[in-house]
């Protein structure tokens, strides 16, 4: 039996990022809010003790803070002529677990994305006529542009506390810095990481290539640094235990470090966690949401009414949420109709690795955001016409570890074990430098996500289909990114490179990025968006979608200082229908 | 939407039964403003229980004594006292009855709390809701468990009467004198003890160790006292938990979040002047070891591979998270009880309002043998600019047992 709690102002659904940032900014006006969250809570105090942290049998090679498949996994296929299949362990991508999400163990790599990504397919229509769009593409324009966000990346900026280097402050470009970014009011909050002696022959290079390399804006931070909420952080060790980890040292920004210090001395703030909520309730008409189901750990199932429902899950999960709610119509590829799950997308991945003679890189000395990029190849800040593809790439030269049980690169031919492997090993363990391009996937017609009609979870839920591959399109741009980055690894002095192309057809097993997009996207008309501009749900107002699923494509870049962004973008059109309760935008 | 009133609600749901006299709302206010100073919910609650309820075990060398139920409840709590009842416990250390309180209930202190304060704190407290728990009040073994022994301890330690004001003095001097000597009840923690449990009014706030916690020398004593302290640091201390010398753990956290970080500022800054202006005590400086001896050089290999990635290489730390070590009276008293305890069992600091990240400094007893905290507590000790005695192995090995009930 469903039993019903008295009610609540604000219900929010998973305690990462986007949830802690509105669970505090609510809970502060003095309404009261309740975050429901699937996994454990998480903390730096008692969870992240720098004596044990740093283990990477624990965290990197057995996934200890990582969701379980058993807890939610997907099917998968890579087109719709196939029939999907469970991920039993998950792989391609890694969906964090727990209070602060995927916030806990990622790198840190906080990115705007270029003004000319925002409007997109007005851009290359533009400029190469329609007809150069790749075929069945569902690129589209995002409903806001890039100057309306910049204040609210700035104020993600601020709570994170990133190190960077401006490359264009209010229309200046900044020596040093991107200067492809857009225009900025102002620098980071801290200044940029220091960087190793790879970075330091990737910038002689490129720079001597007519690039423009910059040291790439990061979460791990340079400084100590106290943020708006009076939180406070400790400059970074380059201890190299970042991605996979959480952060024993005060250093990385997450919800641990930048957020829950202050959200959890609100008293009008509650979490529940190890609750999962199975449903958005709707009212009978299907107009509003009355708020949410969820299941606790001992499996009783309560009801927790609210007025407002924050949908702020990981991107796949906020899918999948508003499906089994009935939230929106759901897309159907056959008649290219409804929107919910339309537009996935993913990453590429591929550069070339470069083995080097007579240096000492120390790649033990790292974190997670050290690193020099360079952004002439990605969006569209170079001549696509004689290419024929879509999209681009940041490229970055980066370690972010050099730990010892999955570090230990070996030229192409080496044996995988033996003698032979351990001398590899040695040799290479401090001579090898990685060129790496993360792309950017469009949306397309066939890559989607909808329910599967065969896998259900253990409450007897459909599980998620994902239905996903890179097009020609991708693998054309991504292997020429390879290319480019084999120039620089070559003009770096490397004694040999190995290029490594797109791998096709995508497959889950080999981790590649969680950087997984789209699906609820924002957009300005509601035949092909979920959400409007304020990442509220055209169909129940009262209920708002945060993350990367509202991404309408993918950029070449990480994602979550762009989350960040719509957050507080999110946040003002929360204010906004308190004020007024109702749609923000009439469609 | 429906908004929460919450400015409006709160006051209303605080004042709960004495709400039916509107008169009284300033004195309650005043009473809940009183016993914030206090600090009464510190030792009136257990851990995990309800506010005020009681059932904390206080430990002292003559056993365990479990802390009373303040709450207004009839039976187990103070509903039936009255206010003279309550005068009296407060400034004679004696129950309705008339039978014996222990001095664990610092009343030597609140002995020296005007009546009217006291009438405040008693609205205040016949506010709450009462909670029904009954508390084991007798768990002394033999002899302690006679209380009307403790009528010959106050002949010999206790001394009456409320506080008298130093004309020669300034307002702020004596009100900082009234609020430290008074309900602060600071020497209760930081003035060593007799072998009777009482305090040793002669070596008043020159620092004791309470629970394997050095409570530091609070004299403005230049060496192991608040003698390099503005008056803004101290005031700053007690507000946030930290300040560009040290960062508060153990007992004084808690003193901090429930007490001292919802002060007036106008009182907090009246014990920073009473603190500076008193006087100074404390043992003579020592000299620091050269840093060729060879438990400075163990020290220091220890602290360059497991301390300095946070406390820097200078032991200059990190502002709000980590503590400079370099110029830090915890490091710097002749008792090195809390640096060993931290180190082996970790530590916490306070979280305010205004300083919410509340930092944990991991426990390294697993890994860090008794002689090398030895060490690394001696370097701390001694480098840097800061003197203080070495410490040993067997010192070290003695607390571990204390603090981790570790046997030999």
Excluded at chain 1, 21 to 36: F, M, N, P, Q, R
Aim: hydrophobic content about 35%.
């Amino acid at each position: 039996m469903v039993r019903r709690l008295p009610r609540k102002d604000v219900v929010i659904v998973g305690l990462g990022w986007t949830g802690s940032i509105l669970a505090y900014e609510l809970s502060h006006t003095g309404l009261d809010v309740v975050a429901i969250e699937r996994g454990p809570w998480r903390d730096t105090a008692t969870d992240f003790n720098i004596g044990t942290a740093a283990d990477e049998l624990r965290y990197a090679v057995r996934q200890d803070i990582f969701l379980r498949p058993k807890q939610e996994t997907l099917t998968m296929r890579n087109n719709p002529s196939q029939t999907a299949l469970p991920i039993r362990k998950w792989g391609s991508f890694l969906p964090g677990n727990g209070v602060g999400g995927a916030g806990v163990h990622w790198n840190g790599q906080t990115w705007r994305f270029l003004p000319d990504d925002f409007r997109i397919r007005s851009h290359y229509t533009e400029r190469y006529g329609e007809a150069f769009l790749p075929e069945g593409n569902h690129i589209q324009d995002w409903p806001v542009s890039f100057e309306e966000l910049e204040p609210y990346y700035d104020k993600f900026e601020r709570v994170a506390g990133i190190s960077g280097k401006a490359g264009n402050i209010k229309g200046q470009i900044q020596s040093g810095g991107n200067p492809f970014e857009g225009a900025r009011e102002r620098d980071y909050p801290t200044p940029p990481m220091k960087q190793g002696y790879q970075q330091e022959l990737f910038t002689q290079a490129a720079t001597k290539m007519g690039l423009h390399p910059f040291p790439r804006p990061s979460a791990n931070l340079s400084a100590a640094y106290t943020n708006p909420y009076g939180c406070s952080m400790a400059p970074c060790t380059f201890c190299g235990f970042c991605e996979w980890f959480g952060c024993a040292n005060y250093s990385k920004s997450s919800p641990q470090t930048c957020v829950l210090p202050a959200l959890i001395r609100e008293p009008t703030f509650e979490a529940r966690t190890e609750c999962e909520v199975t449903k958005v309730n709707l009212t009978v008409d299907g107009k509003m949401a009355t708020g949410v189901t969820y299941v606790d750990a001992n499996g009783e199932e309560w009801e927790q009414p609210a007025d407002l429902v924050l949908v702020c899950a990981y991107a796949l999960f906020n899918v999948r949420l508003l499906l089994l709610s009935g939230i929106g119509k759901p897309y159907d590829p056959v008649k290219d109709e409804g929107v919910v799950g339309r537009n996935y997308a993913y990453q590429t991945g591929s550069g070339s690795q470069a083995f080097f003679e007579n240096v000492q890189f120390n790649p033990f000395a790292a974190a997670g955001s050290t690193g020099a990029a360079l952004d002439d190849y990605n969006s569209d800040n170079f001549d696509h016409g004689p290419h024929g593809f879509v999209g681009g790439a940041s490229i970055t030269c980066a370690h972010t570890n050099g730990r010892p049980i999955l570090f230990h690169p070996t030229p192409a031919g080496t044996p995988a074990w033996g003698s032979a492997w351990k001398k590899a090993v040695h040799d290479n363990y401090q001579r090898v430098a990685n060129i790496g391009a993360q792309g950017s996937v469009m949306s397309y017609r066939n890559n989607y996500l909808d329910l599967d009609p065969t896998y259900k979870d253990a409450l007897g839920r459909p599980l998620m289909r994902m239905t996903f591959d890179y097009q020609p399109n991708e693998q054309k741009m991504a292997n020429w990114m390879a290319a480019r980055c084999d120039e620089i690894a070559k003009a770096m002095g490397a004694k040999t490179t190995q290029v490594n192309p797109l791998r096709v057809p995508w497959n889950v097993v080999p981790y590649q990025s969680t950087h997984n997009t789209g699906g609820a996207v924002m957009g300005s008309d509601p035949k092909t968006s979920v959400l409007n501009r304020y990442l509220q749900s055209w169909d129940v107002p009262n209920v708002f979608v945060m993350g990367a699923s509202a991404f309408p494509q993918n950029a070449g870049y990480n994602p979550t200082g762009t989350v960040g962004a719509l957050t507080y973008l999110g946040l003002d059109g929360i204010f906004n229908y308190l004020k007024s309760s109702g749609p923000l935008v009439q469609p | 939407m429906r908004l929460r009133h919450l400015l409006v609600l709160l006051p209303l749901l605080a004042i709960g039964r004495a709400a039916a006299d509107p008169d009284n709302y300033v004195s309650i206010e005043r009473g809940k403003t009183l016993a914030t100073a206090g600090d009464c919910i510190a030792c009136h609650t257990a851990s995990g229980g309800q506010p005020f309820a009681g059932g904390l075990a206080l430990q002292t060398p003559f056993g365990a004594i479990m802390t009373p139920n303040i709450t207004p409840d009839n039976l187990t709590g103070i509903g039936r006292w009255s206010k003279d009842d309550f005068a009296r416990a407060m400034h004679e250390g004696r129950r309705p009855g008339g039978s014996y309180l222990y001095p664990a209930f610092p009343y030597p202190y609140y002995a020296k709390v005007s009546r009217s304060d006291l009438d405040a704190i008693y609205a205040y407290l016949q506010t709450l809701p009462p909670v029904e728990n009954r508390v084991n009040r007798n768990m002394l073994p033999f002899p302690f468990n006679i209380r009307l022994s403790m009528a010959g301890w106050n002949g010999l330690f206790f001394t009456p009467g409320e506080f008298k004001p130093d004309p020669k003095r300034s307002d702020e001097f004596n009100r900082g004198a009234y609020l430290v000597e008074g309900l602060g009840h600071c020497g209760a923690c930081h003035t060593p003890f007799n072998s009777f449990g009482a305090s040793q009014n002669g070596k008043y706030l020159q620092g004791n160790q309470i629970d394997n916690w050095t409570a530091p020398n609070i004299t403005n004593d230049m060496q192991a006292g608040l003698g390099k302290w503005t008056v803004a640091d101290i005031v700053q201390y007690l507000k946030t938990g930290q300040t560009r010398f040290s960062l508060a753990s153990g007992p004084m956290k808690d003193v901090i979040e429930n007490s001292t970080s919802k002060m007036a500022d106008a009182d907090l800054k009246a014990i920073a002047v009473y603190l500076k202006e008193r006087g100074a005590a404390g043992p003579p400086a020592p000299s620091p070891l050269a840093s060729s001896d060879a438990r400075m050089q163990m020290g220091e290999a220890v602290f360059v591979d497991t301390c300095s990635a946070c406390h820097m290489r200078s032991g200059d730390g990190v502002e709000h998270l980590f503590p400079k070590l370099a110029g830090n009276v915890v490091a710097t008293q002749d008792d090195p009880a809390s640096l060993i305890r931290i180190i082996i069992a970790g530590g916490r600091a306070a979280s305010t309002d205004t300083t919410p990240t509340a930092p944990s400094m991991p426990s390294l007893g697993w890994r860090l043998g008794d002689e090398q905290i030895a060490a690394v507590v001696t370097y701390v000790r001694n480098s840097w600019g800061n003197a203080a005695s070495p410490v040993s192995a067997e010192t070290v090995k003695a607390e571990r047992a204390r603090v981790t009930g570790a046997g030999d």
